[in-house]
């Protein structure tokens, strides 16, 4: 019967080797690959870091041309080897400075310039006319403030007021200029209050090509852009345009004068009406 008996096969139990099977590539990838990515992230930041990169390089300022480039970085406390990143975080603050220290910046705006390097752009208020203080000029912003550093000599062509002080027709009278474009600005050499006058905002322009105007401080703007075409209506005569009530105008008696001043004589009987102006 052990013959007949059949020989019952045992089953062989799977080694270790064979229970662990490679893991396909496309799921090595998905596992290892984010973190290689962090850690190389990583490493580039702290290289950045420590490298001179990450330090602020040149502070460059565009916009500006009344106010110094090294005022406007002085005012922006930025300094060589501060941190670009921290100098990025600060911006408004920085840009606020700016505004808020030098009278004469309306809006500032920062930005990173390649890698490293900082520009500042400044938006200016408008300079308007200068006041003659004890032999000194004050410059006059359009926003009608007055800057308190003083100059041996008015810079560039706008007008210098005489006889002003801080009140109500020194507001007025820059409210006036901020509207005049700069062409006609340019036109003006000064602009005296008259005291002596019932009209508290009686003024006296004096021209660049030697003539004079009259006029209240209340219709200057209105009617000093017609100048040009006054002066063509008279032919170029040299003399006064009277402004203040209606336009008139009185040549000078003597029009060989090289340099005309408030004290040249004008003949009230020739008095004339320009009367294309009056419309």
């Known amino acids: 019967m052990a013959k007949n008996k059949k020989k019952q096969k045992t089953k062989k139990q799977p080694?270790?080797?064979a229970k662990k099977r490679p893991m396909p590539l496309h799921k090595v990838l998905q596992r290892y690959i984010p973190i290689l990515v962090l850690n190389l992230l990583v490493i580039a930041v702290l290289g950045y870091l420590i490298s001179p990169w990450s330090k602020v390089g040149t502070v460059s300022v565009e916009g500006n041309e009344a106010v110094y480039v090294q005022e406007v970085i002085d005012s922006s406390h930025i300094q060589g080897g501060d941190s670009v990143m921290s100098i990025l975080k600060e911006r408004e603050n920085i840009e606020q400075s700016i505004t808020e220290e030098l009278d004469q910046v309306a809006e500032t705006t920062m930005e990173l310039v390649g890698a490293n390097d900082i520009l500042i752009q400044v938006d200016e208020f408008n300079t308007v006319a200068y006041i003659a203080q004890d032999g000194s000029y004050l410059r006059v912003l359009e926003?009608?403030?007055?800057?308190?550093?003083?100059?041996?000599?008015?810079?560039?062509?706008?007008?210098?007021?005489?006889?002003?002080?801080?009140?109500?027709?020194?507001?007025?009278?820059?409210?006036?200029?901020?509207?005049?474009?700069?062409?006609?600005?340019?036109?003006?050499?000064?602009?005296?209050?008259?005291?002596?006058?019932?009209?508290?905002?009686?003024?006296?322009?004096?021209?660049?090509?030697?003539?004079?105007?009259?006029?209240?401080?209340?219709?200057?703007?209105?009617?000093?852009?017609?100048?040009?075409?006054?002066?063509?209506?008279?032919?170029?005569?040299?003399?006064?345009?009277?402004?203040?009530a209606g336009v008139y105008f009185i040549p000078f008696v003597d029009e060989d004068e090289e340099e005309i001043d408030a004290e040249t004589e004008v003949d009230e009987s020739e008095r004339q009406e320009l009367e294309e102006f009056n419309e």
């Not at 100059?151 to 409210?175: C, K, T």
């Not at 004096?206 to 209506?233: C, W």
């Open 15 to 17: 080694t270790n080797a």
């Open 143 to 244: 926003n009608g403030r007055v800057l308190e550093n003083a100059y041996n000599v008015s810079i560039g062509n706008q007008p210098v007021l005489l006889n002003f002080e801080e009140g109500e027709a020194l507001d007025f009278m820059i409210e006036e200029l901020s509207e005049l474009d700069g062409p006609i600005l340019n036109l003006i050499s000064e602009i005296e209050l008259v005291e002596d006058r019932s009209n508290p905002l009686f003024i006296r322009i004096f021209m660049n090509n030697g003539n004079r105007v009259l006029s209240s401080i209340p219709t200057f703007a209105e009617k000093i852009p017609y100048y040009p075409q006054m002066v063509q209506a008279v032919g170029g005569q040299k003399g006064v345009f009277d402004m203040e």
